[in-house]
Nanobody
Framework: QVQLVESGGGLVQAGGSLRLSCAAS????????MGWFRQAPGKEREFVAS????????LYTDSVKGRFTISRDNAKNTVYLQMNSLNPEDTSVYYC??????????WGQGTQVTVSS
């Protein structure tokens, strides 16, 4: 099992920045890729970004490219999501997730990000 705990959400004005953190514990070696997802009210959960623990390879959804940066600290078993130039459309609950094999099976409890206009 892998336990994930997110932090860093909050309320920010449009154009501002936030950094989310996801601390992983447990059998972290069993999860090769960590990702961030988000879900806005009335919408489906969507992929935001991912990073491979070993290679550092990153992926982003188009709407956040150039604004968000995912990174990891292997020594701390922590993944970060630096979010810049936030806009109201980024308002969502953000979830950290980890894979087992190719599927995201480990999920955090989520952290609310609210961007005011």
């Amino acid at each position: 099992q892998v336990q994930l705990v997110e932090s860093g959400g909050g309320l920010v004005q449009a154009g501002g920045s936030l950094r989310l953190s996801c601390a992983a514990s447990g059998r972290t070696f069993s999860s090769s890729t960590m990702g961030w997802f988000r879900q806005a009210p009335g919408k489906e959960r969507e992929f935001v970004a991912s990073i491979n623990w070993n290679t550092g390879k990153t992926l982003y959804t188009d709407s956040v490219k150039g604004r968000f940066t995912i990174s990891r600290d292997n020594a701390k078993n922590t993944v970060y999501l630096q979010m810049n130039s936030l806009n109201p459309e980024d308002t969502s609950v953000y979830y950290c997730a980890g894979t087992r094999g190719s599927d995201y099976v480990y999920w955090g409890q989520g952290t609310q990000v609210t961007v005011s206009s």
